[in-house]
């Protein structure tokens, strides 16, 4: 399960999605994730879904990967779908059985909220595939920088984002690796219950908790004997730099949000 997890991972391939401005991707993914909310019908999320391919097809990021993100999420899928089926009003009534009432307008609901889910998280999945976690924090921090006048942290805000997406795959993988060291000694992860599989996980977080402690306290004696001193009069090795593609890709989201007003609009 722990090798699903895509969020944080960065898939190394030279693409034109990669060679976008990180700055770009940013941007472009919160206009999607906007977008998503903004699609009403059939219509509308035939769009998102053609856009999440052709992105995905841009990128070479294989689209197999991308899904494989939602597995550890399927039970929140799943609990959402079921939530909006029973207990969302309807008027075209399908199923009445008992306490049990099942209409039209709760499937597509439950449905409409169940995708809009899913390409939020393949979304931004496919921005943290495609953008090292460096290049990403240098792309908030220059977004950010304005709010410096307000005295806002741009540069520490940056870096946390950088370490924490850093060491999303380092934590799963040592997460892996004592998982399988407990089960070499006997323990069960896979068998019985929700509950059950619950508190099997317990004597996994403690030791996975004391490492992360362990290497967050050897991070920060890394940086003080460097001398780090935050983002005053730090340069950088790669500057950062609008390209012809970059605006292409503007075009294309842009075009995507406005079908998807028109399509609110006229459908």
């Not at 906007?34 to 219509?43: D, E, G, N, R, S």
């Not at 879904?49 to 993100?69: D, E, Q, T, Y």
């Not at 946390?160 to 997406?165: D, H, K, N, S, V």
Request: charged share 15%; net charge positive; with cysteine.
């Amino acid at each position: 399960m722990l090798s699903n997890i895509t969020l944080g991972q960065y898939y190394p391939v030279d693409s034109r999605v990669h060679r976008l401005d990180p700055r770009t991707k940013l941007i472009l993914s919160i206009v999607f994730i906007v977008a998503v909310f903004l699609a009403k019908t059939w219509v509308g999320y035939g769009l998102l879904f053609a856009f999440i391919v052709l992105a995905a097809r841009l990128s070479n990021v294989p689209l197999k990967m991308l899904f494989r993100g939602l597995k550890p999420l399927k039970w929140i899928l799943i609990i959402t779908f079921l939530l909006n089926l029973f207990f969302t009003p309807g008027d075209t009534v399908w199923v009445s059985f008992w306490v049990i009432r099942i209409t039209k307008e709760a499937f597509f609901q439950a449905l409409f909220y169940s995708l809009r889910l899913v390409f939020l998280v393949i979304g931004t999945s496919l921005l943290t595939l495609t953008t090292s976690p460096v290049a990403l924090a240098d792309a908030m921090e220059i977004l950010l920088s304005p709010l410096k006048v307000i005295h806002f942290p741009a540069h520490e805000l940056a870096m946390m984002m950088t370490i924490a997406l850093r060491f999303v795959p380092t934590l799963l993988e040592e997460a892996d690796k004592i998982m399988k060291a407990q089960m070499a000694r006997g323990a069960d992860f896979e068998s019985g219950n929700l509950i059950t599989r619950a508190k099997a996980m317990v004597p996994l977080l403690v030791p996975l908790f004391v490492s992360a402690f362990r290497r967050a306290s050897d991070l920060a004696m890394a940086m003080e004997s460097r001398c780090y001193h935050g983002g005053e009069g730090r340069t950088r090795l790669r500057v950062l730099k609008f390209t012809r593609n970059d605006g292409i890709a503007c075009l294309v989201v842009a075009a995507l949000v406005a079908l998807l007003i028109l399509e609110g609009i006229l459908l």
